[in-house]
């Protein structure tokens, strides 16, 4: 069964800005799809197994932004 997961993310401007969240999340082992909105300010992840809050705010700030 699928996990889904709901993180804000703070910085978020654009659709680059979707973008850039939304393939530094996809690369985290277990994600099968990241819904990123920078309107709402959020990241709609579903994976495997439950995510690692740490694993998640890496991704994030490798892409440039920080989890709220």
Do not use: F, K, N
């Amino acid at each position: 069964m699928s996990e889904v997961s709901t993180w804000t993310v703070i910085g978020m401007t654009c659709g680059h800005c979707e973008a850039s969240v939304r393939e530094e999340i996809s690369e985290i082992p277990g994600v099968e799809t990241v819904e990123v909105s920078h309107e709402s300010g959020q990241a709609v992840v579903t994976s495997t197994t439950p995510l690692d809050r740490a694993a998640v705010a890496a991704a994030v700030a490798e892409a440039g932004y920080a989890l709220a």
